[in-house]
Antibody, heavy 125, light 109 residues
Framework: EVQLVQSGGGLVQPGGSLRLSCAASGFTFNTYWMHWVRQVPGKGLVWVSQINSGGTYTNYADSVKGRFTISRDNAMNTLYLQMDSLRAEDTGVYYC??????????????????WGQGALVTVSS | EIVLTQSPGTLSLSPGERATLSCRANQTINSLFLTWYQQKPGQAPRVLIYGASTRATAIPDRFSGSGSGTDFTLTINRLEPEDFAVYHCQHYAGSPPVTFGGGTKVEIK
């Protein structure tokens, strides 16, 4: 079964740090790009970061650039999100997700599947 | 940046009725890059439709997607009890940012 299992959420004070993990199973992890997406409970989804299959290329939303670091350990089939200098507005449920593509004649459809179960991060004093 | 606006915010319908959900982009987008997800309370999103109109694996045929340019639609024919959920549209062309609409909640009337 293709699965992403997350760990590492919790309560942290403003300015603190937290690391989220996302353990993959059931597929060849080192051939897929991976993403992190945040959701404030009751609100919409917001993209946070992406990393390529080899871990050599990353991108971040402007709101987290310079504070968050995405990484992966392909030997351990695990994706990470290191979150530093946390702010109240970083509060939310964080999901990891695998990027799937289907390409025809050079055009590629892209979507996220599966998603991890989510990890709640609460930044509060 | 692509901005997606979903409407209505909430749709109140009865089982057996048809749901029509809208996702509008602020500029023309390639339909290949438009995806619909379903999210139930306490659960992660799951993909329903990618490439604007292709159903994902194991998604029932009562779900269909259509549209092009700036206007996209998710239609759910004959609502089943398990279809009452929040639906999100997403645009991702391969380079960030990935953008999502604000979501439409389909609730039981």
């Amino acid at each position: 079964e293709v699965q992403l299992v997350q760990s590492g959420g919790g309560l942290v004070q403003p300015g603190g740090s937290l690391r989220l993990s996302c353990a993959a199973s059931g597929f060849t992890f080192n051939t897929y790009w991976m993403h992190w997406v945040r959701q404030v409970p009751g609100k919409g989804l917001v993209w946070v970061s992406q990393i390529n299959s080899g871990g050599t290329y990353t991108n971040y939303a402007d709101s987290v650039k310079g504070r968050f670091t995405i990484s992966r350990d392909n030997a351990m089939n695990t994706l990470y999100l290191q979150m530093d200098s946390l702010r109240a507005e970083d509060t939310g449920v964080y999901y990891c997700a695998r990027l799937l593509r289907h390409c025809t004649d050079g055009d590629c459809q892209k979507w996220f599947d599966p998603w991890g179960q989510g990890a709640l991060v609460t930044v509060s004093s | 940046e692509i901005v997606l606006t979903q409407s209505p915010g909430t749709l109140s319908l009865s089982p057996g009725e048809r749901a029509t959900l809208s996702c509008r982009a602020n500029q023309t987008i390639n339909s290949l890059f438009l995806t619909w997800y379903q999210q139930k309370p306490g659960q992660a999103p799951r993909v329903l439709i990618y490439g604007a109109s292709t159903r994902a694996t194991a998604i029932p045929d009562r779900f269909s997607g259509s549209g092009s340019g700036t206007d996209f639609t998710l239609t759910i024919n004959r609502l089943e009890p398990e279809d009452f959920a929040v639906y999100h549209c997403q645009h991702y062309a391969g380079s960030p940012p990935v953008t999502f609409g604000g979501g439409t909640k389909v609730e039981i009337k």
